[in-house]
C-alpha cells in the first residue's frame, strides 16, 4: 500500500484482529469482547442521551456502543473527540449481525453515520465506511 490513497483501519482484540480498507471511502473498525468490563468507564463514553436509554449492567450493549464510537473515531477528521460527542440511536435489540446508526456534530454541523455490526462468539465488530465528499466540518 505504499504511495496508495487507500484508506485503512486495524483493530484487535485477542486472539482476533480485524482490517479493513477501501480504495475510496473513509474507514473504520474495531473488535471487541464484551467478556471485558465497560460499566466502570461508560460514564466516560456514553451521551446524556444514550445515558437514559443504556442499562449499565448491560455489557453486551456497553460493549457494542464502545466499538462504535471507537470506529467513528479511526474516520479521518475525528481527532480530539471524545465518546460524549457522539450519539447512537436507541439500540432495542441486539441481532447477530445488524446496523447502528449515529451522528457526531463537528463544528456547526450534525453529521450522520450507518455502522455495520456482527458478532463472532464473544466478539462485536463494528465497521463504518463514509464518503469523504459527503463530509462537513
Not at 482484540?13 to 480498507?21: D, E, K, T
Not at 471511502?25 to 463514553?45: M, T, W
Not at 436509554?53 to 466499538?67: E, G, M
Request: aromatic share 10%.
Amino acid at each position: 500500500m505504499a504511495n496508495s490513497k487507500a484508506h485503512l483501519s486495524i483493530s484487535h482484540s485477542y486472539p482476533l484482529v480485524a482490517v479493513i480498507v477501501s480504495p475510496s471511502l473513509y474507514v473504520g473498525i474495531d473488535v471487541e469482547s464484551y467478556s471485558r468490563p465497560f460499566s466502570h468507564v461508560a460514564n466516560k463514553y456514553l451521551s446524556e442521551k444514550e445515558k437514559r436509554w443504556v442499562d449499565p449492567a448491560d455489557n453486551k450493549r456497553l460493549a457494542l456502543i464502545w466499538s462504535a464510537k471507537e470506529a467513528l473515531y479511526k474516520l479521518p477528521g475525528m481527532e480530539g473527540l471524545g465518546g460524549v460527542d457522539m450519539n447512537l440511536q436507541r439500540i432495542d435489540v441486539i441481532n447477530e449481525s445488524g446496523t447502528l446508526e449515529a451522528t457526531i456534530k463537528l463544528g456547526g454541523n450534525v453529521q450522520h453515520f450507518v455502522l455495520n455490526y456482527n458478532y463472532l462468539g464473544s466478539f462485536n465488530v463494528v465497521w463504518v465506511c463514509f464518503n469523504p465528499k459527503s463530509i462537513t466540518f
